[in-house]
């Protein structure tokens, strides 16, 4: 009751603003951050017109941002769930990427990363964009990188492998994504856990 | 006297279309596609607003799939550069890389790559300009595995690390846009300069 109350009387239920993000999410994904207008986000999600303001008082930015933080999330949630379903950090790695290639295709190559267009569009002129899409980035790493130094690898090493990481992933898809073709997310995705698999393994050996 | 007749009385000079060429390039370089209108590329160009149609009939999109064009035949020539300078291809690699940071870092991290922000806008709907984006990457990417190929490496092979170089070079060119730092392009290319030697060495290395 305390919640309904918040938004104010006659206001939309709180499930309409999830709607927003997540058709905003989507969009992104797809077209990118200038070519999605309000009108588009609100046909996608299917909410009352009036709405959008409403949820959204400081505009596209601020919705934008919202769906790039939800669509972090959404990819540190599957990124944790491969790293756990893995023996190794590398297995973990090479899981992931599969599942983005296994993304990327089902949505007949049109929902890329969440952030990567945003990101390109916006940075660095739109701070308060490129901040979101930085930290998201940023989120990533921080659970690889914690994963790796639990392997056993140093922290600046650890954080070093982690940007590789995300860089191949990223860099992947934007290729995959103009080829039509899951190929370049599988080869970097088995780059980055052979990589990770012999630095771990090397970190083990007793130094000379 | 022919190329003046041939663009009909009257018509602007052969670089008026070269310059909006350029113009246009350098701000899908740092807006994208959806956010560069014609009005923009006229200003930015400095050229007459009627020589906009004339030049490009096929409007926005035929522009943009010159400016990409002209973006990537800029990068194959800076490739090229960078292998013919260097030893090795690893070290021409590693070069080529420092060059695309010292860019990015010289436009103040608004000049990134001039296909990639097109790219992800537009592929797969719309299947012109992606056509154009996926040629780019393919052009350098043939550069790059003729000289692994020449450097002794396996025909399949040359191909898949070349894809791998120009994701890791794209991959992180977003993050280092991102972070307004370089770094992430730096450790992308130090990390496949040594891929590389390591394969060439391998290949090189008598058969056990």
Same mark, same amino acid.
């Given at each position: 009751?305390?919640?309904?109350?918040?938004?104010?009387?006659? @206001?939309?239920?709180? +499930?309409?603003?999830?709607?927003?993000?997540?058709?905003?999410?989507?969009?992104?994904?797809?077209? $990118?951050?200038? +070519?999605? /207008?309000?009108?588009? %986000?609100?046909?996608?999600?299917?909410?009352?017109?009036? /709405?959008?303001?409403?949820?959204?008082? $400081?505009?596209?930015?601020?919705?934008?941002?919202?769906?790039?933080?939800?669509?972090?999330?959404?990819?540190?949630?599957?990124?944790?769930?491969?790293?756990?379903?893995?023996?190794?950090?590398?297995? $973990?790695?090479?899981?992931?990427? /599969?599942? +983005?290639?296994?993304?990327?295709?089902? @949505?007949?190559?049109?929902?890329?990363?969440?952030?990567?267009?945003? +990101?390109?569009?916006?940075?660095?002129?739109?701070?308060?964009?490129?901040?979101?899409?930085?930290?998201?980035?940023?989120?990533?790493?921080? %659970?690889?990188?914690?994963?790796?130094?639990?392997?056993?690898?140093?922290?600046?090493?650890?954080?070093?492998?982690?940007?590789? %990481?995300?860089?191949?992933?990223? $860099?992947?898809?934007?290729?995959?994504?103009?080829?039509? /073709?899951?190929?370049?997310?599988?080869?970097?995705?088995?780059?980055?856990?052979?990589?990770?698999?012999?630095?771990?393994?090397?970190?083990?050996?007793? @130094?000379?």
């Amino acid at each position: 009751m305390r919640k309904r109350a918040a938004s104010g009387p006659g @206001s939309a239920p709180p +499930a309409t603003r999830q709607r927003m993000i997540e058709a905003t999410m989507r969009l992104l994904q797809r077209d $990118g951050y200038a +070519a999605t /207008s309000w009108r588009g %986000v609100v046909e996608e999600a299917g909410t009352p017109w009036g /709405s959008a303001y409403h949820h959204f008082p $400081g505009g596209k930015e601020q919705l934008a941002a919202a769906a790039v933080q939800l669509g972090s999330d959404l990819v540190v949630a599957g990124l944790e769930q491969c790293l756990e379903q893995s023996q190794t950090v590398g297995d $973990g790695v090479r899981l992931w990427f /599969s599942m +983005a290639a296994k993304n990327l295709k089902q @949505s007949r190559y049109r929902g890329g990363c969440p952030i990567a267009t945003v +990101a390109l569009e916006t940075a660095p002129q739109s701070t308060a964009l490129a901040a979101v899409c930085g930290a998201s980035f940023k989120q990533w790493e921080t %659970v690889l990188a914690a994963r790796l130094r639990a392997a056993g690898l140093p922290g600046g090493r650890a954080v070093d492998l982690a940007t590789l %990481v995300v860089a191949n992933l990223e $860099g992947s898809l934007i290729l995959a994504r103009v080829r039509q /073709s899951i190929e370049p997310v599988a080869l970097a995705g088995e780059t980055m856990g052979r990589l990770i698999d012999a630095e771990v393994a090397g970190s083990r050996a007793p @130094s000379a």
